[in-house]
């Protein structure tokens, strides 16, 4: 599933940004969808999830702050980054699965599984305090 990213940039503690994640070729109802990000000298950590029925899942450290969603008609899956922390700061990746039912690519995710078989190239986020 090819995939691009787009929206990073660098902001200020408590600014807002909103990544977006084009689809090409696949309808995103058939897709798990997911946003992870890395952080220089980190491990690629999970963020939120989306299964193709729209059912949505987030980590811990940005629930309530970040909300995932998508416009199946423009094939667009989007991430709305608020309240943003310098800990946020990261290169964000948006990934897909057609072989993920909604219940297992929110378990994935949940898990910090990364396991997914197609991935964009990233966008960066960088948050200054």
């Known amino acids: 599933v090819p995939l691009v990213e787009s929206g990073g940039g660098s902001v200020q503690n408590g600014g807002s940004l909103r990544l977006s994640c084009l689809v090409s070729?696949?309808?995103?109802?058939?897709?798990?969808m997911a946003w992870f990000r890395q952080a220089p000298g980190q491990e690629r950590e999970e963020v939120a999830g989306?299964?193709?029925?729209?059912?949505?899942i987030y980590s811990e450290s940005v629930e309530g702050r970040f909300t995932i969603a998508r416009d199946g008609g423009k094939s667009v899956l989007y991430l709305h980054l608020n309240s943003l922390r310098p800990e946020d700061t990261g290169m964000y990746y948006c990934?897909?699965?057609?072989?993920?039912?909604?219940?297992?690519?929110?378990?994935?995710?949940?898990?910090?599984?990364?396991?997914?078989?197609?991935w964009g190239q990233g966008t960066q986020v960088t948050v200054s305090s």
């Open positions: 989306m299964g193709g029925d729209g059912s949505t």
């Open positions: 070729r696949y309808t995103m109802h058939n897709l798990g």
């Open positions: 990934a897909a699965d057609s072989r993920f039912s909604p219940p297992t690519c929110l378990s994935r995710v949940r898990a910090g599984n990364s396991d997914f078989t197609s």
